[in-house]
């Protein structure tokens, strides 16, 4: 049966349904930005402006998920060029301050090596893994890479960069993912443009 409307009843979306009235989601707020705040919001995430503008001129999006999707499809399309500007804004994770010095020794010298290997720094997304465990999977990671030819590290790269992107773009709009300490110090989502709600 097809629900009746009265004369002046308004159908509410299932959306919209237990939002509070006046209160606008934080895709809300990217949606409707400026397109220098949302592309400014974006940065934080992946910093490739192509990456950045490809994804801020096709909003609106309807849902977070529609927007992680764009999110890994931009990302798919870096060109090596976009690949060497988003890596520039990329450094090494930044290991908890209980970390052993033999450790950080450590970190250093495999960084120092694939930095000599690839001529950039190394990425990795850590997202969902537990603090206690990070520096073992960099080291992990880094020395299995070394192994790799440029062009499979320019791969895997790639893919790093493209779930980085995704883990950081839903801290800053949900809140609610656990993605790893960013490569650039800061949490991510810590500095969006946007205003959480």
Request: negative net charge.
């Amino acid at each position: 049966m097809t629900p009746t409307h009265l004369p002046g009843q308004v159908a509410i979306s299932e959306q919209t349904r237990g939002t509070t009235p006046g209160t606008r989601s934080p895709l809300e707020h990217f949606n409707t930005a400026s397109a220098a705040d949302a592309v400014g919001t974006l940065l934080t995430c992946l910093h490739s402006v192509q990456w950045a503008h490809r994804i801020s001129d096709h909003r609106p999006y309807p849902t977070l998920d529609a927007l992680l999707a764009a999110s890994d499809e931009a990302a798919y399309d870096l060109t090596p060029e976009d690949l060497v500007e988003a890596l520039a804004g990329e450094s090494l994770p930044v290991l908890p301050e209980s970390a052993y010095s033999a450790a950080r020794m450590a970190l250093s010298a495999a960084h120092a090596a694939y930095e000599i290997r690839f001529g950039h720094t190394f990425v990795i997304c850590l997202d969902d893994l537990p603090p206690s465990e990070a520096l073992d999977r960099v080291l992990e990671a880094i020395r299995s890479r070394l192994t790799n030819d440029p062009e499979e590290e320019r791969i895997v790269t790639a893919d790093e960069l493209r779930r980085l992107a995704r883990g950081r773009l839903a801290e800053v709009l949900r809140g609610a993912r656990n993605c790893a300490i960013s490569p650039n110090g800061a949490e991510p989502g810590k500095s969006p443009h946007i205003p959480p709600q």
